[in-house]
């Protein structure tokens, strides 16, 4: 649940996935800009398995209402998000083991609201890896995926690496809990962008010059119930580790997921 834009399950899989994120912003961001506040986002995720291995993803979209304050009020505004899709392919799969391991790319499409600071630029790329492997005969299990974030116009949005990792452990036959963790590092940013400081996470790519080198590591902790294997839902709550928050105060994500 932890950077559900850029963390994609290895496995191929059918389903449709709405989501509800609460984002609370920090009092101050960036180069002491003053903030607070939060956002909203209303989503739905969903896959398609084309064949055995290879899998249609669409993993953002919705829509964002602002509840933020200070001077990101006057900058963002409600309106929908834009929309990713790509494709994924298992490149190892061993269900004796239980070890899976798939790549695969997505594009943003640049069709949300400027009002909600989305259609920056020119779309943007993701490519990542993505690997599980099951633990305890079944009662627990570990996912890894690692990605890079590449927009067309790296002149208007920032390019960042991002690793994603996540452990459960089953507690009953319909109940796991979890505990995620979430790293952004940037590497380039954006040569006609502003002295933000910021850049935003999976939500957001911010027209922001000032961003190269940036670390920021978050933790969720959370539980999921899984009633059917057609069925399930989740709860997390997020919170950054490290001293750069970015746009990151904390943030409370629900999702539910309807599996065919």
Not at 28 to 53: C, E, K, M
């Amino acid at each position: 649940m932890i950077n559900f834009v850029f963390f994609e399950d290895p496995r191929t899989v059918t389903e449709l996935r709405p989501i509800f994120v609460n984002h609370w912003i920090p009092n101050t961001i960036g180069n002491n800009i003053p903030a607070g506040g939060s956002a909203q986002l209303y989503a739905a995720q969903f896959r398609v398995a084309l064949t055995d291995r290879l899998s249609l993803i669409a993993t953002k979209d919705g829509y964002i209402v602002d509840n933020s304050n200070g001077a990101l009020d006057t900058l963002l505004d409600d309106g929908w998000a834009d929309v990713s899709a790509g494709l994924k392919y298992n490149l190892i799969r061993d269900p004796f083991k239980g070890r899976i391991v798939s790549a695969g790319f997505t594009y943003e499409l640049p069709v949300g609201s400027t009002s909600a600071l989305q259609a920056q630029g020119d779309g943007e790329f993701n490519m990542f890896i993505t690997g599980g492997q099951r633990l305890l005969d079944g009662n627990a299990h570990i996912l890894s995926s690692v990605g890079y974030r590449l927009p067309a116009d790296t002149s208007i949005q920032s390019s960042a690496i991002h690793w994603s990792n996540h452990l459960d452990v089953k507690l009953t036959d319909t109940v796991y809990v979890f505990t995620e963790l979430a790293w952004w590092h940037w590497t380039d940013d954006a040569s006609r962008g502003s002295n933000l400081g910021v850049a935003g996470a999976d939500l957001f790519n911010l027209r922001s010059n000032d961003v190269v080198g940036n670390d920021l590591v978050t933790q969720n902790i959370g539980m999921r119930y899984k009633p059917s294997s057609h069925l399930e839902t989740g709860i997390a709550y997020e919170f950054p580790l490290t001293g750069f928050k970015d746009i990151t105060n904390s943030r409370l994500m629900i999702d539910m997921i309807f599996r065919y």
